[in-house]
Structures are given as structure tokens and as C-alpha cells.
């Protein structure tokens, strides 16, 4: 029996419970974020075997060991078109998702993706006065134009957005000046469309569907260098993304300086979305549903749910590809519309399993 006014023993049991059921779910969601890695992989594998060409994985794999049996039609097909295409619907997913999962938070609005600031509709707008106007910039190659004008329009159009709401406002203001810029620009695409010939709005149409077919080494390339520099940045702010959560006082009082955080943050989601959109078109819902499957898979720590919105938003991007070489035998549908048949039932089944758990 402890004397009157003495120190009780504190025990540590109950402290070591709690390090090890968060060293567990810590376990639980490094796991799963590398099991989606996985998936990504069979994912990409699968859409490099299918194609109207008839090749497998048994001449794929011939093409890669360079097997004397192989033609050289076949290393065409593969390294040329399959495998470029291949990788750039992982990166398109992985941008838009992990630009969506940053947008979601800064604006702390589930509702929110890349495209909710007018990025689309400024690519848009860019993308016509190339292909009907054949206005661009001066420096950039005959054959970038287009991707050239999208991008310097998308990113243009969150710096003006930026820019206008430096009065302050709070996030209620700065998502309905990026409504104004949307009928804005939506407006001017009309105008310009309006004034265009057959062919030359055949081709507008076609470009914002979102097409995968003009992938090439090098916009992999450019769309691969931007992703893998701005991630860490993104993964560095995690833990301030995090706390934001909590909302802006508390994240204040954790001496964050949410103004600074939401600004590079918007500005890491215009490039990525920028450079996704310009080269191959308007490609929707992927930032809206990647980020919303790795949420409900490993949580808000955004230590875990940024690299998990990258890994949902490639497999799902990369899904989507195979569905369009598929779904028409011989015909590669426009990836932006099968982006929906793909991912609208695995948005939903995933909001149904979250509303069944007690």
C-alpha cells in the first residue's frame, strides 16, 4: 500500500499498446500502398500486351531478350507505340491523381481535382488557338505547338487565379474566381470554335476527349521528369498537409503558414495537371477518384496518401488504356471517355464498402 502523499508507479503498458497498434497500421499502410505499386506493374504488363496487332507477352518478351525470332516489325510495335503508351497513361494517372489528392486538401474539398480551377478550360482554350487559329509560341517546334500552348495556358490560368485572390478571401474566393476563369475560358474555346472550319474542329473535338495514340519517348519523357521532381516536394509538405486537415487554426497553431503551403501546393497541381493535359488532352475523373480510393485505403497521413494517390491514379490511368485498345476491337477509343466506364464502378463499390463499416 503506497503512503499518503507519495508518487504512484506509472505504468507503461499502456503507452507500449499504443507504439505497437501504431507500428501496426503503420505496417498495414506501407503495405498497401506497395501492394498497389504491384497492381500497377500487372497493370502496365497487361496493357503492353494488348493492342490490334495480336502480339502477347510471349513476343513482347521476345522483343526484350532480343530473341533471334524477332521481327523488326515487332520491336516497332513495342518500343515505338506499346510501351510509350504504356507509360504515359501511368504517368498521366499518377500526375492528375496526386495533383487531385493535393487540391482535395488545400481546398478541404473532397469535390475538388485539377480541373476545378479552370486548368482544363485554359488548356482548352490554348489547344484551339493552335489547332484553329495556329497561334503559339514562337520558340516551340512546329509539332509541340498544341502541347506547347495547353500547357502555357493551364499554367497560366492558376497564376492568374493566384494572382486575384491575393486580397484575400480565404478558400471560398478562390474557388469561385477558378469558377469565373472556367466560363471564361469555356466561353472563348466556344468563340473560337465558332469561327473554325470542319477539319480543324474535327481535331479540336478529338484532342479534348484525351487521346493516348500521339505518346511518344519524348513527352514521356518531359511528363516523367516533372512527376519524379515534384513529388518529393509534395511528400516533403506531407505532414503540414496532414495538420491542415485538422483545419486552418490548428494548423496555424502548429506554426504553419497555411497561405505559403496552399500557394505551392496550387502551384505543384498546375504543373503537374498542365503538363499531363497538354499532351494528351482533357483526360477527367482520374483526380478526382484516384485520391479518393487511396484515402479510403490508408487514411489522411498524407506520408502514406500521396504515394497511395499515385499508385491508384496509375493503376486506374493504366486500366482505362487497356479498356480503350479493348472495348472496339481494332480501334483506340479516346481515353478520357473510358476513363469513366473504368472508374465510376470502382469509386462506387469503394463508397459502398466505406458506408457498410460500423
Same mark, same amino acid.
Given at each position: 500500500?503506497?503512503?499518503?502523499?507519495?508518487?504512484?508507479?506509472?505504468?507503461?503498458?499502456?503507452?507500449?499498446?499504443? %507504439?505497437?497498434? /501504431?507500428?501496426?497500421?503503420?505496417?498495414?499502410?506501407?503495405?498497401?500502398?506497395?501492394?498497389?505499386?504491384?497492381?500497377?506493374? %500487372?497493370?502496365?504488363?497487361?496493357?503492353?500486351?494488348?493492342?490490334? !496487332?495480336?502480339?502477347?507477352?510471349?513476343?513482347?518478351?521476345?522483343?526484350?531478350?532480343?530473341?533471334?525470332?524477332?521481327?523488326?516489325?515487332?520491336?516497332?510495335?513495342?518500343?515505338?507505340?506499346? $510501351?510509350?503508351?504504356?507509360?504515359?497513361?501511368?504517368?498521366?494517372?499518377?500526375?492528375? @491523381?496526386?495533383?487531385?489528392?493535393?487540391?482535395?486538401? *488545400?481546398?478541404?474539398?473532397?469535390?475538388?481535382?485539377?480541373?476545378?480551377?479552370?486548368?482544363?478550360?485554359?488548356? @482548352? $482554350?490554348?489547344? @484551339?488557338?493552335?489547332?484553329?487559329?495556329?497561334?503559339?509560341?514562337?520558340? *516551340?517546334?512546329? /509539332?509541340?505547338?498544341? =502541347?506547347?500552348?495547353?500547357?502555357?495556358?493551364?499554367?497560366?490560368?492558376?497564376?492568374?487565379?493566384?494572382?486575384?485572390?491575393?486580397?484575400?478571401?480565404?478558400?471560398?474566393?478562390?474557388?469561385?474566381?477558378?469558377?469565373? %476563369?472556367?466560363?471564361?475560358?469555356?466561353?472563348? +474555346?466556344?468563340?473560337?470554335?465558332?469561327? =473554325?472550319?470542319?477539319?480543324?474542329?474535327?481535331?479540336?473535338?478529338?484532342?479534348?476527349?484525351?487521346?493516348?495514340? =500521339?505518346? @511518344?519517348?519524348?513527352?514521356?519523357? +518531359?511528363?516523367?521528369?516533372?512527376?519524379?521532381?515534384?513529388?518529393?516536394?509534395? $511528400?516533403?509538405?506531407?505532414?503540414?498537409?496532414?495538420?491542415?486537415?485538422?483545419?486552418?487554426?490548428?494548423?496555424?497553431?502548429?506554426?504553419?503558414?497555411?497561405?505559403?503551403?496552399?500557394? &505551392?501546393?496550387?502551384?505543384?497541381?498546375?504543373?503537374?495537371?498542365?503538363?499531363?493535359?497538354?499532351?494528351?488532352?482533357?483526360?477527367? &475523373?482520374?483526380?478526382?477518384?484516384?485520391?479518393?480510393?487511396?484515402?479510403?485505403? *490508408?487514411?489522411?497521413? /498524407?506520408?502514406?496518401?500521396?504515394?497511395?494517390?499515385?499508385? !491508384?491514379?496509375?493503376?486506374?490511368?493504366?486500366?482505362?488504356?487497356?479498356?480503350?485498345?479493348?472495348?472496339?476491337?481494332?480501334? %483506340?477509343?479516346?481515353?478520357?471517355?473510358?476513363?469513366?466506364?473504368?472508374?465510376?464502378?470502382?469509386?462506387?463499390?469503394?463508397? /459502398?464498402?466505406?458506408?457498410?463499416?460500423?
Amino acid at each position: 500500500m503506497t503512503a499518503p502523499g507519495a508518487l504512484e508507479p506509472v505504468s507503461t503498458d499502456g503507452g507500449r499498446q499504443v %507504439l505497437e497498434v /501504431h507500428a501496426r497500421l503503420m505496417r498495414r499502410r506501407g503495405f498497401l500502398v506497395a501492394l498497389m505499386a504491384v497492381m500497377t506493374l %500487372l497493370a502496365i504488363m497487361l496493357d503492353m500486351t494488348t493492342g490490334p !496487332s495480336g502480339m502477347g507477352l510471349s513476343e513482347l518478351w521476345k522483343v526484350v531478350t532480343g530473341h533471334p525470332d524477332t521481327t523488326r516489325a515487332m520491336e516497332v510495335i513495342f518500343w515505338n507505340v506499346r $510501351l510509350p503508351i504504356a507509360m504515359m497513361a501511368v504517368l498521366v494517372g499518377a500526375a492528375l @491523381s496526386l495533383a487531385g489528392a493535393e487540391m482535395q486538401t *488545400v481546398l478541404d474539398n473532397p469535390l475538388a481535382s485539377p480541373f476545378t480551377l479552370g486548368v482544363s478550360s485554359a488548356a @482548352s $482554350l490554348g489547344a @484551339s488557338l493552335a489547332i484553329i487559329l495556329g497561334l503559339g509560341l514562337p520558340f *516551340v517546334p512546329p /509539332h509541340m505547338i498544341i =502541347a506547347g500552348n495547353a500547357f502555357v495556358f493551364a499554367l497560366g490560368s492558376v497564376l492568374l487565379l493566384q494572382y486575384l485572390a491575393r486580397g484575400g478571401g480565404g478558400i471560398e474566393t478562390l474557388v469561385l474566381f477558378g469558377i469565373a %476563369l472556367v466560363f471564361t475560358f469555356n466561353a472563348l +474555346v466556344a468563340l473560337v470554335q465558332f469561327m =473554325a472550319s470542319a477539319d480543324a474542329l474535327q481535331q479540336l473535338v478529338f484532342w479534348s476527349m484525351g487521346n493516348l495514340g =500521339a505518346a @511518344s519517348w519524348e513527352t514521356v519523357a +518531359v511528363l516523367g521528369l516533372v512527376t519524379v521532381l515534384l513529388f518529393p516536394f509534395s $511528400l516533403a509538405s506531407s505532414w503540414k498537409m496532414t495538420a491542415l486537415r485538422l483545419g486552418e487554426e490548428r494548423a496555424a497553431s502548429f506554426g504553419i503558414d497555411v497561405g505559403r503551403l496552399r500557394f &505551392f501546393s496550387l502551384l505543384r497541381v498546375s504543373l503537374l495537371a498542365a503538363t499531363a493535359v497538354a499532351f494528351v488532352g482533357t483526360v477527367g &475523373f482520374i483526380g478526382l477518384v484516384g485520391p479518393h480510393i487511396a484515402r479510403l485505403m *490508408v487514411g489522411e497521413d /498524407h506520408r502514406f496518401l500521396l504515394p497511395a494517390s499515385l499508385c !491508384s491514379g496509375a493503376l486506374v490511368m493504366s486500366l482505362a488504356s487497356v479498356a480503350s485498345k479493348t472495348l472496339v476491337p481494332g480501334m %483506340l477509343l479516346p481515353v478520357g471517355i473510358v476513363t469513366s466506364l473504368v472508374g465510376l464502378p470502382i469509386f462506387f463499390v469503394l463508397i /459502398h464498402r466505406r458506408r457498410r463499416r460500423p
